[in-house]
DNA sequence: CATACTGTAATAAATTATGTTACAAATTTA
DNA sequence: TAAATTTGTAACATAATTTATTACAGTATG
């Protein structure tokens, strides 16, 4: 999962907001997003694993935010669910022997890098309480 | 493609940009990314299309910039080869009847707009000729 | 007229993303 | 303590997308 991940994590951390004192079920998120409970699941063991969302297992178990919705900006689900946005590589290894090949993804990379210091800087502004309250 | 077609532009362009008064054949190129030269057909059309290149069928035939590399930008590139960035969508279509499956993707939506748009700012204010005088 | 290209279609292979099934472990509730 | 519900996770299956290959008609060059 690449594409979908930050849109996904973004739905589930909304709902959390949104229900700031429940456990919810993979299922009921995964009804709201409609999309596999595994999946779901999946993406809430990245949230945990960043520490910004804690779960509880068993009967009546589920997802829970562990921080204030106003604490966590999209920043930092950003960087949870992406490794960086860019527009993309030459996936094979380019031609060393040319001068263009040998220094491409180098300089697509410095590119990229720029870009994602713009996106960050304006992820960073937004809040998720700031994102759940347009809902 | 979606995710090499910015990065294969890019490199296609730069090599034009080297050989300015020269028609590359679409082996010569794929042999600096190396990629299958088909597939550097398809996007050479495409760049074509947009009215970057001009290109020469037969013996000896191949493509060229029809414009100064000063007068290209990368924002241009881009333009041509992604629809728009972003960071995704849940790919099913979310719940109607809950508030956020409802707004998930305008919300989204209106996110990714912004970013277009700084990224956009930042891409035009780069030239093919000064990406190209890089390398 | 032989050669070396483009343009394009059709198809295949590889990769990545998404979905499904299954089940052990945990927790609640009765 | 037993039944029910839910997480966590692995293994596998399917679908979608990307990349590669083959093939060949058409075109310019020498």
Redesign the interface.
């Known amino acids: 999962m690449?594409?979908?991940?930050?849109?996904?994590s973004?739905?589930i951390l909304?709902?959390l907001t949104?229900f700031p004192n429940d456990y919810l079920s993979s299922e009921f998120i995964a009804?709201?997003?409609?999309?596999n409970p595994v999946l779901v699941r999946k993406e809430i063991a990245n949230l945990k694993a960043h520490n910004i969302v804690e779960s509880k297992e068993g009967k009546n178990g589920g997802a829970k935010l562990s921080k204030a919705a106003a604490n966590i900006t999209?920043k930092e689900i950003?960087e949870m669910?992406?490794e960086n946005?860019g527009?993309?590589?030459?996936?094979?290894?380019?031609?060393p022997d040319?001068?263009?090949?040998k220094?491409?993804n180098q300089?697509?990379d410095d590119?990229y890098k720029?870009?994602n210091q713009?996106?960050c800087s304006?992820l960073e502004g937004?809040s998720l309480e700031d994102?759940s309250a347009?809902?």
Do not use: D, R, W
């Open positions: 690449l594409s979908g991940k930050f849109a996904i973004v739905h909304t709902l949104k009804g709201s997003i409609n999309l999209l950003f669910t992406f946005i527009l993309g590589y030459a996936k094979n290894q380019p031609n040319c001068p263009v090949g220094k491409i300089n697509l590119l720029e870009m713009k996106i304006q937004i994102f347009q809902f």
